[in-house]
C-alpha cells in the first residue's frame, strides 16, 4: 500500500486558482452555461481564505457564486465567510452581519461597483453595457444617474 500525504488547502493555496477553474467548468457541464471567470476581487478573497472545509468547500463556494452570478465574470459574489467575515471558533457566523442594517447601502455599493466595472470594460459604450447587464438603455443610463457615473470617466 502506498500512502499519499496531502496538504491542506490553506498550506497550498497556488492550487486555488487551478481548483476554482476546474470547478467552473465542471459547473458550466452541470449547468450548461457557459464557463465564467473569476474576477480579481474574487479571486484575492478565495486567495486570502484559510480553507477550514478544504477543496470541497472551495467547490461549494464557487458553485453556489456561479450559480449566483449573472454575467460572464463573478466580481465579488463570493459568499461572506470566504470575503472577510470569520465565524466563531466552532465555525458558526453571528447573525447580525454587516448587512442587517446596511443592507440596502451594501447593496447600492456592490450595484455602483458593478456598473463601474462594466462602464470600464466596454469603454463607457452604455449600449454594450445596458445589453451585457440585461436591461434596456434608459435603466442603464438612469442607475448611472443614482450614483454619479459619467461614461466618459471610463473612455
Not at 3 to 19: F, G, N, Q, S, Y
Not at 74 to 82: D, F, G, K, L, S
Request: net charge positive; proline share 5%.
Amino acid at each position: 500500500m502506498v500512502r499519499i500525504v496531502l496538504p491542506p488547502l490553506r498550506e497550498r493555496t497556488e492550487d486555488v486558482p487551478l481548483l476554482a477553474e476546474h470547478f467552473l467548468k465542471t459547473f458550466a457541464e452541470k449547468s450548461g452555461r457557459r464557463v465564467l471567470q473569476l474576477g480579481l476581487k474574487a479571486m484575492d478573497q478565495l486567495l486570502a481564505y484559510h480553507w477550514p472545509g478544504n477543496v470541497r468547500e472551495l467547490g461549494n463556494v464557487i458553485e453556489r457564486a456561479a450559480a449566483l452570478s449573472q454575467g460572464e465574470i463573478i466580481a465579488v459574489e463570493i459568499p461572506r465567510p470566504v470575503a472577510g467575515i470569520q465565524g466563531d471558533a466552532q465555525g458558526a457566523y453571528p447573525l447580525d452581519l454587516p448587512f442587517k442594517d446596511g443592507r440596502a447601502q451594501a447593496i447600492a455599493d456592490y450595484e455602483r461597483a458593478y456598473l463601474s466595472e462594466c462602464l470600464r470594460r466596454f469603454q463607457g459604450n452604455v449600449a454594450q453595457c445596458a445589453q451585457y447587464c440585461g436591461v434596456d438603455n434608459k435603466t442603464f443610463y438612469r442607475k448611472m444617474q443614482d450614483y454619479g457615473l459619467d461614461k466618459r470617466d471610463f473612455k
